[in-house]
């Protein structure tokens, strides 16, 4: 069996003519005729008021955190279970992240959790829509109202999903998307930042170009541009902007097939999950999320192990992530947990990423699916591994 990767960039079959476009056009550098059509597309299709390509969502949650305005003494509230980019964004700007638990079931930041710990202090609430699935958008935007907070969205994964009828990442203040090669619409590198609160609108402007009010002075506004605020090169490049704009043209199509491998995936292991072997997650909808991770729960991090090396074995690449922000030796430097996070440890050490993508055939499904069963038949080692 030839290996099937983790993952695999998924090419639309335009990406060399829009680049070749670029390379005829001699002119390389960011904020030209791809990311203006870029930036269109996703005000369009996703109803937002304000897109700013970056050149990744880490870009654009350092934007998020400038125009949130926070400091030293401030406290900013989100998950624990997210990529590090989440919490370094307010870390750089002196604030504290206040790290609180997760639903055991969505795996998305518990709104009851952010109530019990907000204090005077607080001032964000970023929220992370983990495998594209979105969060308890209603609870959390309630309490935001009640306290005076922004609202960030870290929608890194959830391109093109919809919580009651809006895009994730246009709900908040703010929204943090990512083009990385592992999400499900790639620019190798890249992300975005959706303004949703036209309060940010011209500030936004100024931190993208650099500190400088460049763009008043293009549009004839200010006789020179010269350095207003902070800010630094947060732009991508224009080979990136084309490269981009060919993935973004199939978008809804990438998303479909892989709710088609995720849909198959559940299928093909719901009768372990029944016989009391794994986890499952939740099933999608037909239509509105877009099946970024397929992922299932192993009793713990000792049966994950094996499971990881059994597959390895057999040609298939399966991984986990994240360690946990609170339990990191930065987290815990610069952050704090409030309380105990039972639900983000178990899931830290049990959660398994299965292979999906784009390019992956309905045959490689069901052999991953064939694998995992055989080794929960497997005699010769049916004991779990403690953690």
Partial sequence: MEKI???????????????????????????????????????????????????????????????????????????????????????????????????????????????????????????????????????????????????????AQAILTEYKGKKLGTIGDLGCLSFHETKNVISGEGGALLVNNPAFFERADVIWQKGTNRKAFFEGLVDKYTWVDVGSSYLPGELIAAFLYAQLEQAEQINQVRRGHWALYRQLLLPLAQAGYIELAEPLPAAGENAHIFHIMLPDAGQRTCLIQYLAQRAVSAVFHYIPLHSAPAGRQ??????????????????????????????????????????????????????
């Fill in 5 to 155: 990767p983790f993952g695999k960039p998924h090419i639309s079959g335009s990406e060399l003519a829009y680049l070749q476009q670029v390379l005829d056009s001699a002119s390389l550098s960011g904020d030209g005729a791809f990311t203006r059509k870029c930036q269109a597309w996703l005000e369009n299709q996703l109803g937002t008021p304000k897109a700013m390509l970056t050149h990744s969502c880490t870009a654009a949650l350092e934007m998020a955190a400038i125009l949130s305005g926070v400091g030293p003494g401030d406290e900013v509230i989100m998950p624990s279970f997210t990529f590090v980019s989440t919490a370094n964004a307010f870390v750089l700007r002196g604030a504290t992240p206040v790290f609180v638990d997760i639903d055991p079931h969505s795996l998305n930041i518990d709104p009851h959790e952010i109530r019990a710990a907000i204090t005077p202090r607080t001032r964000a609430i970023v929220v992370v829509h983990y495998a594209g699935h979105p969060c308890d958008m209603d609870a959390i935007q309630a309490l935001c109202q009640q306290h005076g907070l922004l609202l960030i969205e870290d929608a």
């Fill in 334 to 387: 610069f952050g704090r947990a409030h309380g105990d996070l039972p639900h983000t440890d178990r899931v830290a050490s049990s959660l398994l990423r299965l292979p999906l993508f784009p390019g992956m055939s309905a045959s490689q499904v069901h052999y991953v699916c064939s694998q995992i069963s055989q080794f929960f038949q497997c005699k010769h080692d049916p004991a779990p591994h403690s953690s």
